[in-house]
T-cell receptor, first 114, second 115 residues
Framework: AQSVTQLDSHVSVSEGTPVLLRCNYS??????LFWYVQHPNKGLQLLLKYTSAATLVKGINGFEAEFKKSETSFHLTKPSAHMSDAAEYFC????????????FGAGTRLFVKA | NAGVTQTPKFQVLKTGQSMTLQCAQD?????MSWYRQDPGMGLRLIHY???????DQGEVPNGYNVSRSTTEDFPLRLLSAAPSQTSVYFC??????????????FGEGSWLTVV
């Protein structure tokens, strides 16, 4: 069965320090992996996606993620947190091709302290 | 680009009332879907459509109906609202590009309270 696990429900960092949001997945197929960000009272915005090309993916706002097949992980990182990064982040797996199945992680709330 | 547009943004319903959440996309996407978001549960799929005239159930379909008469529109109907349907609802759409990840585009959300 396919699943997505975000290992931390909350992460708190100080402004200017690195961010690490962890995501592990389980899939019988070759997955596509995404990170979305949701600011309060807003919809979900795509940060970045992995679709079997380069394993290190760069996204918007300085975020990047590395696909590690051996560890079935797709952790999201940013070298230096900004106050505007405070939001909820979702790791998402989709099975494309002829089907349409999307699995969302439960989300990680990122707090950024001044 | 309007992207995915949902209305209304906020709605309060009484138990037993019915209503329709509207969703429209202008990207000519084949796939459209409705999710509900509840605290600590991420997003759960209610219904989805792979093209005009085709719909199917997701993870939590009970109490909801959908139809897809055009590529652009995918309304979600609450048949008889219950307090358990208090949630934030998101409409989404995506391409159907085989062999690559289907990026999902989300609407801004509809906050629904059933009293």
């Amino acid at each position: 069965a396919q699943s997505v696990t975000q290992l931390d429900s909350h992460v708190s960092v100080s402004e200017g320090t690195p961010v690490l949001l962890r995501c592990n997945y389980s899939s019988s197929y070759s997955p596509s992996l995404f990170w979305y960000v949701q600011h309060p009272n807003k919809g979900l915005q795509l940060l970045l996606k992995y679709t079997s090309a380069a394993t290190l993916v760069k996204g918007i706002n300085g975020f990047e993620a590395e696909f590690k097949k051996s560890e079935t992980s797709f952790h999201l990182t940013k070298p230096s947190a900004h106050m505007s990064d405070a939001a909820e982040y979702f790791c998402v797996v989709t099975l494309g091709g002829g089907g349409f199945k999307t699995i969302f992680g439960a989300g990680t709330r990122l707090f950024v302290k001044a | 680009n309007a992207g995915v547009t949902q209305t209304p943004k906020f709605q309060v319903l009484k138990t037993g009332q019915s209503m329709t959440l509207q969703c429209a996309q202008d990207m000519n996407h084949e796939y459209m879907s409705w999710y509900r978001q509840d605290p600590g549960m991420g997003l759960r799929l209610i219904h989805y459509s792979v093209g005009a005239g085709i719909t199917d159930q997701g993870e939590v379909p009970n109490g909801y109906n959908v139809s897809r008469s055009t590529t652009e529109d995918f309304p979600l109907r609450l048949l008889s609202a219950a307090p358990s349907q208090t949630s934030v609802y998101f409409c989404a759409s995506s391409y159907s590009t085989a062999g690559s990840g289907n990026t999902i585009y989300f609407g801004e959300g509809s906050w629904l309270t059933v009293v």
